[in-house]
């Protein structure tokens, strides 16, 4: 994987999405080339439009990652590919249009936009049928070295088994007399001189996967494979690179404490989100004030009730706050006690059912985040009596408390609704790794990813 900004991203991706820019920067060139035919004009050279093929490459590419195109569903299926192009292109052109219009007309030819759409549909699936067959191949993976043959070991193999996985294992060696959990471990009494094995396997990165450190790590032949351009790894690290969560089974506080992360050069990022929060959720807020009004008004002739509600929620430093929501439950929803929601939970109303969907009762939270109570990006900001026994039973939770909760965010688009201890156990691991690596950059990613939740209504309930 490539780090970019702290994050973790895919060889697969960087490379496809590379070869897409060109696909896409070409696509707009012939649709340019063809109208000017047909009109009998002459195009010019490509090097006088650059700019607005770029622009053109870059609206495309950014509905392309909005709507999930990058996905590990899309990688692996053609036909979720497909359709997803389809929808990420028609939203571009939907972009392109409008910024066209913004610009007065004098930067794209509207007319060349349906060539420019069909061209790039065609060669953006041909370059999956091309490209993603070889992206697949093990050869494009990097090949690791377990050492462990234990339970660690074991899902180490099981996540290398998953279709979307960047690397493959070659080999695991286990490190003491127990007996393997991985029944094809090799014995290390059985390997004369480990650094020469690690070069016959063409390794290209070792990991840690010991169940026990105690006298069984062996640093000479880490450090001799260290020094032979190996990357060496441990299991925890090596967890949170390829699953983009903090694994809460194996992690300890030594390792958050001296691991990369929770960087305190974040004075001009946090300014430079906080502007953002600003002006993002007044401007939301003004676009979407007839929105808000007509379904609350809509709320109020459905069922007896306010048409907002307020509920307290823990915040930064743990502060309480309170949340502004359009009431999607009936009014006694909770006249029992707070309690998760549930899938096709009977305390919906009908119209709440839909705004739960679309994420339309989300939106008066913009005030919250005018008022720097939320941001944009961040963890979701639990209830008080939840976040009480949360903290009981599950540890680190307090820690994510140490970032501003959000409307959306790293939990929110990679894991589904969560109502129970094993789900807020989850979305710890994705918060915690937010928490712990935090840019813009991750927010940016974030912010366009929530589209692709919105889109195909995951994890709404």
């Known amino acids: 994987m490539i780090r970019l900004f702290k994050h973790y991203i895919p060889h697969a991706v960087i490379l496809l999405g ?20 047909q009109i009998g004009s002459l195009p010019g050279p490509t090097l006088d439009r650059i700019g607005q093929l770029a622009g053109y490459a870059g609206i495309i590419l950014t509905a392309m990652i909005a709507v999930g195109v990058y996905g590990s569903d899309a990688l692996r299926s053609m036909r979720f590919a497909t359709a997803r192009l389809l929808v990420a292109v028609s939203l571009g052109i939907i972009g392109l249009s409008f910024v066209d219009f913004v610009l007065g007309g004098h930067n794209f030819w509207r007319s060349t936009l349906a060539y420019a759409m069909a061209a790039s549909v065609v060669l953006l699936v041909l370059n999956r049928l091309v490209v993603g067959g070889v992206l697949g191949a093990s050869a494009f993976r ?61 390794v290209s990165e070792v990991v840690l996967a010991l169940e026990e450190r105690r006298n069984a790590l062996p640093l000479p032949d880490l450090l001799r494979i260290k020094t032979t351009g190996v990357h060496v790894n441990d299991f925890s690290s090596f967890i949170e690179r390829e699953t983009g969560r903090v694994d809460l089974d194996t992690v300890n506080p030594s390792w958050l404490i ?14 430079a989100k906080r502007l953002f929060d600003i002006f993002a959720s007044a401007l939301l807020l003004a676009l979407a004030a007839p929105v808000i009004l007509l379904f609350a008004l809509l709320i109020k002739l459905e069922s007896k009730g306010p048409a907002f509600y307020r509920q307290v929620r823990v915040g930064l430093y743990n502060q309480p706050f309170n949340v502004i929501k359009l009431r999607s439950m009936r009014n006694d929803a909770e006249a029992g006690g707070a309690q998760w929601a549930q899938k096709d939970d009977p305390r919906v109303t009908r119209l709440g059912k839909f705004i739960r969907k679309v994420r339309i009762d989300e939106l008066p939270q913009c005030w919250s985040v005018l008022k720097g109570e939320m941001s944009f990006v961040g963890p979701r900001p639990e209830r008080p009596e939840f976040v009480a026994d949360l903290e009981q039973k599950l540890p680190y939770y307090a820690e994510r408390h140490m970032v501003k909760p959000g409307i959306t965010g790293w939990a929110q688009i990679n894991y589904p609704y969560g109502a129970s201890i094993e789900d807020s156990r989850h979305k710890l691991e994705y918060d915690l790794y937010y928490a712990k690596n935090y840019t813009p950059f991750l927010d940016l990613l974030i912010l366009l990813q929530t589209l692709r939740v919105v889109l195909w209504h995951e994890g709404a309930r």
């Open 18 to 37: 590379l070869i897409d820019i060109g696909l896409l920067i070409f696509a707009g060139d012939f649709a340019w080339r063809l109208r000017s035919t």
């Open 142 to 202: 990097r090949r690791v070295l377990v050492l462990g043959a234990g339970m660690r070991a074991d899902r180490l193999r099981k996540l290398s088994e998953r279709p979307e996985s960047g690397f493959v294992i070659v080999g695991y060696i286990a490190m003491t007399e127990s007996v393997p959990v991985v029944e094809e471990a090799i014995n290390r009494a059985a390997i004369h001189n480990m650094t020469r094995y690690v070069e016959n396997l063409g």
């Open 258 to 271: 001296f691991s990369d992360g929770f960087s305190s050069g974040r004075a001009i990022s946090s300014v």
